[in-house]
């Protein structure tokens, strides 16, 4: 292809130049064949020619505009062929151009080309057919034609929305800065994609609104769901649970009405390690079959007769579900667990009995090979009509091989216990990376409470966050107060607006878009790494703030994830543990530390690594899964991905802590106490003009604090009230304040 486009561009600059006797052959035969436009024909090709070299793309012009540009080219041989006609029949035209055959090709070229040999067969056939007068009306077709297929309906769409902008424009500048209650909510698009970000700018409480479909409270299906009975790991091009990835990268548009940035694209999962190609370990069905005849002559030679019903080899664990006779007492089969895990010389096992539901006894041995569940494999699996659900969260496989995942506003609340090295951190990671691969800084807010200090140090600059990141105990326990505050607040709002919950409260918000009273509220996710910490610095105010959250956050859109390494009943005590009924038991240390999570031993036998037990609400036992396995480099590369998109915008609540005291949940400082108050009060008077984006941008505060002053000059009478898109009155003048 480049090498015809090459020798076209010589051609056609020899025929051009004249030069020599293949450059006069060459001008002589372009002039045959096009006719006085053979310039034009030649420049075609050349043009034609240097974007087959620039363009990498086989196809980097549509076939309408081909056929477009032949019918132009058409239409000017025919146009120029009209002026050689004497005679009225087409058959003489084209025999009276070929007598002149010769002459074309003499170096001085004595006699008109006309449109050339292509003009003359095209005017001959017009005539022939439609006569002279129907030849115009075919030209004037051809030129309509090619016009059509050149200027596309959708050029037609995007030039009158290019006008209609032009024409809004000037209106849009004569509006700016009077009707600034409006648009309360202010993003900064150019440094979104700034490589260095810098200093995170506050943000107001309720931010951006995106339609998304409510979750339906009378659902009575079960919080884990089940797919694919195999546990088998896909490869990167194939279609999982016929699920079909469109694309990497999802753009998500949110209502200019809401945020001047429109675009926010979530991160593609090209960005997470890719699953693979292995398959079921033969080595683990091999030992699989083994054990399954070896444990059968255990149970029997402690005089338990029993049959085998079912194997299923799970990631990392295979379980066997035994039948025993009628006659068995089950209480015998959990008194010889430890012979059974001597005899198998097995790490660890543990024994369900009996299986909910079953007339079976499950006895879970750990595999020789482990599989690793990846977060590509199971985030693809996440079922269509789930994919709208904002909350939905990828916790592992089962037993079965199958992804489960869970609904954080059904659970609502999650508690996480288990000792070092079980797999804790990781599961913390995969619930935030979930919620950043699958959410907009506009539908998810994310308090991220890390007293480590090093757990949550790379999402400091992500855009879902509400506040930075706090690893101050005492900061902490205010911070949660400050929910605390945030929770009521809703509630006071739901009250106002009538409804009852964050779900129909936001379809409210899409459904009368011109309430400028009404403005969207994001889910809050609170992650506590580490409780133990906390209760030791401020337990009761902790405790305090996290039963208040527990029992009452969940219809306003606020979940609290909870995790902990010390699993004692000083840490989890018995308020926490009634409040947060779903919980996740990695391996720990004891038996009384299981009870203390789960309310019933079993995590105390787990191999660490991801294996947990999973207990959701609702759920009468435990499901053992295979946790998620993501590595801190996609950790990395998602956060930074996320970061680049746009700056974390700080509630201004959380960024002065210090001022919150008391165990009431009461939030900042109140205005009249604010210093900045009476600088904004003077600037209110002297600019006459009042809106908190006003003083937002005009102070650099956030929104909750000038949202406050408002409130209070309104109250002392310095400005009236909201009047729709009118601004604020300012009662008080500027020679009056002097």
Not at 311 to 317: D, E, L, R
Not at 560 to 586: C, E, H, M, W, Y
Request: hydrophobic share 40%; net charge negative; proline share 4%.
């Amino acid at each position: 292809m480049y090498v015809f486009a090459v020798i076209l561009i010589a051609i056609s600059i020899i025929a051009y130049s004249r030069q020599g006797v293949l450059g006069i052959f060459l001008s002589n035969l372009a002039g045959f064949l096009f006719g006085k436009f053979a310039v034009v024909v030649l420049g075609v090709f050349v043009l034609l020619s240097v974007l087959i070299l620039i363009n990498k793309k086989k196809q980097f012009i549509s076939r309408r505009t081909i056929v477009a540009i032949i019918l132009l080219l058409f239409a000017l041989f025919l146009y120029s062929a009209l002026d050689s006609i004497t005679v009225e029949t087409g058959k003489e035209i084209l025999d009276a151009f070929l007598e002149n055959t010769p002459k074309y090709f003499e170096e001085e070229i004595t006699v008109p080309t006309y449109g050339g040999l292509i003009g003359a067969v095209l005017l001959s056939i017009s005539t022939i057919l439609v006569a002279k007068t129907g030849t115009y009306v075919v030209l004037v077709a051809l030129v309509i034609i090619a016009a059509l297929l050149l200027i596309s309906l959708d050029s037609f769409k995007q030039a009158k929305e290019s006008l209609k902008k032009f024409f809004t424009l000037p209106e849009k500048l004569m509006n700016m800065g009077v009707d600034e209650d409006q648009n309360e909510y202010e993003y900064y698009e150019d440094d979104y994609y700034d490589d260095h970000l810098e200093e995170p700018v506050i943000q107001q409480k309720y931010a951006g609104a995106l339609d998304y479909e409510t979750p339906s409270e009378s659902s009575g299906k079960s919080i884990f769901m089940t797919l694919d009975p195999e546990p088998i790991a896909q490869k990167d091009n194939e279609v999982i649970n016929n699920v079909e990835i469109i694309s990497d990268t999802t753009v998500v548009e949110t209502s200019s009405s809401i945020t001047e940035s429109s675009v926010y694209r979530l991160p593609g999962i090209n960005l997470l390690d890719p699953i693979g190609g292995r398959t079921r370990s033969s080595v683990n069905q091999t030992s699989a079959r083994e054990k399954s005849t070896k444990l059968l002559e255990i149970l029997s030679n402690f005089g338990i007769e029993a049959e085998l019903i079912a194997t299923h080899i799970g990631p990392s664990v295979t379980k066997f579900e035994i039948k025993p006779d009628s006659n068995v007492k089950v209480n015998k089969i959990l008194s010889i667990q430890d012979n059974i895990k001597m005899e198998l010389a097995a790490r660890d096992i543990r024994i369900e009995a009996p299986i909910p539901g079953k007339n079976a006894v499950g006895i879970e041995i750990p595999n020789v090979e482990s599989t690793p569940v990846k977060m590509k494999e199971i985030i693809t699996k996440i079922p269509n009509d789930k994919k709208n659900k904002p909350l939905m969260l990828v916790l592992g496989k089962d037993l079965l091989g199958r992804p489960v995942f869970c609904q954080l506003d059904k659970m609502p609340h999650i508690l996480i216990a288990g000792a070092t090295g079980s797999g804790k951190s990781v599961c913390m990671n995969s619930i935030i990376t979930t919620l950043l691969l699958r959410t907009t800084p506009d539908e998810v807010k994310l308090l991220l409470i890390d007293p480590k200090k090093v757990e949550f140090t790379q999402y400091a600059n992500i855009p879902h966050l509400i506040g930075p990141v706090i690893s101050d105990s005492n900061q902490a326990s205010n911070a949660l107060k400050v929910i605390v505050s945030i929770m009521e607040e809703r509630y006071e709002i739901f009250s106002a607006t009538q409804v009852r919950n964050i779900q129909t409260y936001n379809e409210k918000v899409q459904q009368y878009p011109e309430d400028q009273t009404l403005k969207h509220m994001p889910y809050i996710v609170v992650i506590i790494d580490e409780l133990a910490d906390l209760m030791a610095v401020a337990g009761k105010e902790v405790e305090l703030s996290i039963q208040r959250i527990t029992q009452l956050a969940r219809a306003a859109g606020i979940h609290l994830i909870v995790a902990t390494q010390r699993p004692s009943t000083d840490v989890i005590t018995g308020i926490i543990k009634a409040n947060i009924p779903s919980r996740i038991a990695f391996a720990v240390s004891s038996g009384i530390d299981s009870r203390t999570i789960l309310d019933h031993t079993g995590a105390e036998r787990l191999l660490g690594y991801g294996d947990m037990l999973y207990l959701p609400i609702g759920e009468p036992s435990a499901i053992r899964l295979q946790g998620v396995y993501v590595t801190d480099e996609e950790v990395v590369r998602i956060a930074e991905y996320c970061s680049s998109q746009r700056k974390p915008m700080y509630d201004d609540a959380f960024i002065r802590l210090e001022g919150v005291e008391g165990n009431e949940g009461t939030a900042v400082i109140t205005a009249i106490e604010d210093p900045l108050f009476q600088e904004v009060k003077d600037y209110v008077i002297d600019v006459q003009k009042a809106s908190t984006s006003l003083l937002q941008r005009r102070f650099g505060i956030g929104y909750n604090r000038a949202a406050r002053m408002i409130d209070l000059l309104e109250d002392m009478g310095v400005i009236g009230p909201v009047q729709g898109s009118k601004p604020r009155d300012v009662y008080i003048k500027k020679e009056d304040n002097e």
